[in-house]
């Protein structure tokens, strides 16, 4: 049996099948109790009390981040408003386990509703509510297996982080789950073990327990019962992996030597160093926002010219892009409140649309910018969030201009400013193709939700076709046009992008080693037939099989 | 009854880790402890996780805190302290 899910944490896991089910059954609507309802409410509280000691000693044991979601839990176990509600449900006759569960539902509900990071925490609720039932109903919570020999892979409907705390590389093989996004709890702690991990994997837990099974955490394929030749397989291409990332070294090239640069998206100064350590020539995408974040008043110029001077220095004669500020409704600035709620934040007031408000904040980040690069080897370019039209184009590099930076530009990222790149182009120096958001925006398919998760795919037709038009009204105008997101670090799509016509690759920097490998492994004349025949094709995996198709070379490094 | 306005800075809002901490303060307090969003809603109860992860206050949002009684300035100032940090 064959799966699919989305491959969020990377790296091929294999083992038996350990198949968690944490779900304990719903306690009979109208069930009710013999005796005095104090005892029952009695009950009932010590069920909580009992679960909510249980995971802050979990987490007293896990520590770290882990430690601090558990303490949270248990808080939430015995949350006084749950206790007000089980309380009255069971002064109405309701047993204990009914009380709990339909106290907990209301909550759940609401949290539900509020979608995101609340949203997922939602299955949190779930995980306590299910212990709570299981000491009343005298139920063994069933818990993960001690750990064997060899390690597991654990396949759950969800995981909680009451499951997932105290585990270990040693203990899990991969992660399989039936639910969750990008942002739950089995992706991030995946992603902190280093253990590969695919989310949003429909019937999963039909699995057989104990089968072999074989986990590939970045296509988000997962395999029962392979053969020991697939099982071999798999961990060649991941041996493989490696070896490339050693042996494949110097700038980003394709096999006949036509130089693509490899740049690095960082986040923070930390970032830059496992920029350098990865070979990256440059920075293609520099997030500006960790400057502003969690203040209450804005950098100081001087703050800001330290950080921009350390990001040009590290790379002498290499280009750094940075990003103006691109804080907004989701992530609001204290210092800039908006001026209403958003209801679709995603939607609102972001990037240079709040310089537009906020003209003065945009002021002082491009003088700061303008002064580290006077005095830096690095050459500057800045862009701008965000940007859905040539004027508001036309206004960002004027502003650029008056504050003396050297070459302005624009993210493209927002469907109209694809749709019209020729007109964009003409007011700017240079553009670069934001692949998520410009996926988002394309099919209305909000970024954190798992369950759209197929409509985010780099491989859809409609989002190369906006790509492609992008890069042709580049080549036409004779600018750049680079590409930072996740398309870029898909080895494949990192060809096709080349052969469409991108100038610049921007990735992560624990993925460009791949990305370079793959590019020397062909050349720009094997891109070219790889982008045309994945622009023709009708759906998203036909679109990927049909450009891997005519680059032979990443089979073998296992790419 | 005293009242402590406070505009919360965390990233995350008064969620996960500083919803955590501004809980198990308030739990300390003898007193009743109530909390709104600055300009609208119904206030809730300071002592609740799931109520202040209900409430959905994001960075940049001010909230009101409510307490009376003996020691409420003190854990007025706490709690603000805690809403206010980054």
Redesign the interface.
């Known amino acids: 049996m064959n799966l699919r899910g989305v491959g969020v944490s990377p790296g091929i896991g294999h083992g038996p099948a350990y198949i968690l089910t944490t779900r304990v059954p719903e306690p009979p609507e109208g069930a009710t109790y013999t005796g005095e309802s104090d005892q029952e409410k009695e009950r009932a509280v010590s069920a909580l009390a009992q679960v909510a000691g249980e995971l802050e000693s979990r987490g007293d044991r896990a520590g770290g981040e882990a430690g601090?979601?558990l303490?949270?839990q248990a808080?939430?176990a015995e949350?006084?408003?749950?206790i007000v509600k089980i309380r009255s449900c069971v002064e109405q006759g309701m047993a204990a386990e009914r009380a709990v569960y339909e106290s907990f539902g209301k909550?759940r509900e609401?949290?539900a509703g509020?979608g995101g990071?609340?949203g997922e925490?939602a299955a949190d609720?779930d995980d306590i509510r299910d212990r709570v039932i299981a000491v009343l109903t005298g139920q063994v919570m069933p818990g993960l297996p001690t750990p064997g020999p060899e390690p597991y892979v654990l396949v759950a409907h969800d995981l909680a982080p009451a499951d997932t705390a105290l585990l270990s590389r040693e203990t899990v093989a991969a992660f399989v789950t039936e639910q969750g996004g990008p942002t739950s709890h089995t992706a991030i702690i995946a992603r902190a073990l280093g253990v590969p991990a695919v989310v949003a994997c429909a019937a999963a837990t039909t699995l057989t327990a104990g089968v072999r099974v074989l986990v590939d955490g970045t296509s988000g394929e997962v395999r029962a019962q392979p053969t020991a030749s697939d099982v071999a397989q798999a961990q060649n291409v991941a041996s493989a992996r490696q070896e490339a990332i050693a042996q494949v070294r110097g700038p980003g090239r394709t096999q006949d030597g036509v130089a693509v640069p490899l740049l690095a998206n960082v986040g923070g100064p930390g970032d830059v160093e496992a920029a350098l350590a990865a070979g990256a020539e440059g920075i293609g995408l520099y997030r500006t926002e960790f400057l502003y974040?969690?203040?209450?008043q804005p950098p100081r110029p001087e703050e800001q010219e330290e950080a921009y001077r350390a990001a040009l220095d590290a790379f002498p004669g290499g280009p750094v892009v940075v990003r103006t500020l691109d804080a907004g409704a989701d992530?609001?600035?204290?210092f800039?409140?908006?001026p209403a709620p958003e209801p679709n934040p995603a939607l609102g007031e972001r990037g240079v649309r709040l310089f537009r408000r906020h003209p003065e904040v945009m002021e002082t980040q491009l003088d700061a910018l303008a002064t580290a690069a006077a005095g830096s080897s690095g050459r500057l370019h800045v862009m701008a969030a965000m940007v859905a039209t040539a004027e508001e184009a036309r206004w960002f590099a004027a502003a650029c201009r008056s504050a003396d930076l050297p070459s302005a530009g624009v993210m493209i990222e927002v469907p109209a400013a694809a749709l019209r790149a020729p007109g964009l182009l003409a007011e700017v120096d240079f553009v670069s193709i934001g692949t998520n958001d410009l996926a988002q925006y394309c099919f209305a398919a909000d970024r954190e939700l798992g369950a759209l998760s197929e409509l985010q795919d780099r491989w859809q037709p409609a989002l190369l076709d906006l790509v492609a038009m992008t890069v042709s009204a580049a080549r036409a105008a004779g600018k750049p046009c680079g590409v930072c997101g996740e398309a870029a670090a898909d080895p494949a799509m990192a060809c096709v992008l080349v052969g469409l016509g991108a100038t610049t690759l921007s990735m992560s920097p624990a993925v460009l080693p791949a990305t370079r490998a793959a590019l020397a492994g062909h050349t720009m004349e094997q891109c070219r037939f790889a982008a045309q025949a994945a622009r023709e094709a009708p759906t998203a995996a036909q679109a990927r099989a049909a450009a891997r198709a005519h680059l032979p070379g990443l089979a073998p490094l296992g790419l | 009854m005293g009242e402590r306005k406070a505009?919360v800075?965390?990233?995350?809002g008064l969620?996960?880790?500083p919803?955590?901490t501004f809980?198990?303060t308030a739990m300390t307090a003898p007193m009743e402890i109530s909390v709104a969003k600055l300009g609208g809603g119904d206030p809730?109860?300071g002592?609740?996780?799931?109520?202040i992860?209900?409430l959905?206050v994001?960075?940049?949002?001010t909230i009101v805190i409510k307490a009376e009684g003996e020691g409420s300035d003190e854990i007025l100032e706490q709690l603000a302290s805690i809403a206010?940090t980054?």
């Open positions: 601090e979601i303490k949270a808080l939430m949350d006084p408003g749950l909550y609401v949290l509020l990071y609340l925490r609720l974040l969690g203040r209450r992530k609001p600035l204290a800039l409140p908006p | 505009t800075a965390a990233e995350v969620h996960a880790r919803a955590a809980v198990q809730v109860n002592k609740s996780i799931l109520q992860m209900a959905d994001r960075q940049g949002e206010t980054p």
